[in-house]
C-alpha cells in the first residue's frame, strides 16, 4: 500500500547547486505534508511542512512546493551544502485526524559532493 | 532542546523472547507513536497512543506487540515472542498539538535497533 511514493532513491548534486527532491502520494484525503531528514544511526529529524491550502512554504534554504491536482510534492534546497547530504523522507498526513500518524515514503538518499 | 529518548539503543536477542522497548516522550507532548524502519525500507507506522489508550494501529501491530504508559513519563512498546522479521531500527515519537492547532509535526527519537538471532 504505497500511498506516498519518493521514486528516486539516490539523488548526487555539487555543493552550491540546487538539490530537487520529489513525492507523490495518491490519497486525497491527506492535507498536510512533511520533509524530515535522516543521518545514519539517528532519528528523523523534521525539516519543513505545508498545509493543503497553500502551494508553497519557504524555510530558509528550503522551499516545499505542493501541487494538489498533480498530487505531488517537492523539496528544494538552495544552496546545496555538504552538511545536507542525508536521507530525506517525505511524509503525509490527514491533519484532522486525531490520531496524527505519518505516512512515509520510501527515501531519498541526497549526496552534495563539495 | 527537548529531546525523545530511547533505551537501548542497541539489543539482540534470540527468536521467541521476549523484547521491552523503551521511549521517554516529550512531557508536555500527548501523542505517542512507535514506527519501525527494517534495513533499507521505508519509515513504517505501527501504532498511535492518546489519553491512555490506542488510538490506531497498523497491520503489523498484530497480537505480538503491546504498548503501556506505565507511569507519566515512560513509554513502552513489547513484542511477546521475537521472530526473526522483527529485526529493525524502532522509532519513537511524541507529538504536542492536537490536529486543530494546524500542524502536524512528530518528534522523533534516536531509535533501537533490534536484532533477532
Known amino acids: 500500500d504505497q500511498q506516498v511514493k519518493q521514486n528516486s532513491p539516490s539523488l548526487s548534486v555539487q555543493e552550491g547547486r540546487i538539490s530537487i527532491l520529489n513525492c507523490d502520494y495518491t490519497?486525497?484525503?491527506?492535507?498536510?505534508f512533511l520533509w524530515y531528514k535522516k543521518y545514519p544511526a539517528e532519528g528523523p529529524t523534521f525539516l519543513i511542512s505545508?498545509?493543503?491550502?497553500?502551494d508553497k512554504n519557504e524555510d530558509g534554504r528550503f522551499t516545499v512546493f505542493l501541487n494538489k491536482s498533480a498530487k505531488h510534492l517537492s523539496l528544494h534546497i538552495v544552496p546545496s551544502q555538504p552538511g545536507d547530504s542525508a536521507v530525506y523522507f517525505c511524509a503525509a498526513s490527514r491533519l484532522y485526524n486525531q490520531g496524527g500518524k505519518l505516512i512515509f515514503g520510501q527515501g531519498t538518499e541526497l549526496s552534495v559532493k563539495p | 532542546e527537548p529531546e525523545v529518548t530511547q533505551t537501548p539503543s542497541h539489543q539482540v536477542t534470540q527468536m521467541g523472547q521476549e523484547v521491552i522497548l523503551r521511549c521517554v516522550p516529550i512531557s508536555n507532548h500527548l501523542y505517542f507513536y512507535w514506527y519501525r524502519q527494517i534495513l533499507g525500507q521505508k519509515v513504517e507506522f505501527l501504532v498511535s497512543?492518546?489519553?491512555?489508550?490506542?488510538?490506531?494501529k497498523s497491520e503489523i501491530f498484530d497480537d505480538q506487540f503491546s504498548v503501556e504508559r506505565p507511569d507519566g513519563s515512560n513509554f513502552t512498546l513489547k513484542i511477546r515472542s521475537t521472530k526473526l522479521e522483527d529485526s529493525a531500527m524502532y522509532f519513537c515519537?511524541?507529538?504536542?498539538?492536537?490536529?486543530?492547532?494546524?500542524?502536524?509535526?512528530?518528534?522523533f527519537g534516536a531509535g533501537s535497533r533490534l536484532t533477532v538471532l
Open positions: 490519497n486525497s484525503m491527506f492535507d498536510y
Open positions: 505545508i498545509s493543503s491550502i497553500k
Open positions: 497512543f492518546y489519553n491512555n489508550e490506542i488510538s490506531e
Open positions: 515519537a511524541s507529538r504536542l498539538t492536537t490536529a486543530f492547532s494546524g500542524a502536524n509535526v512528530l518528534t
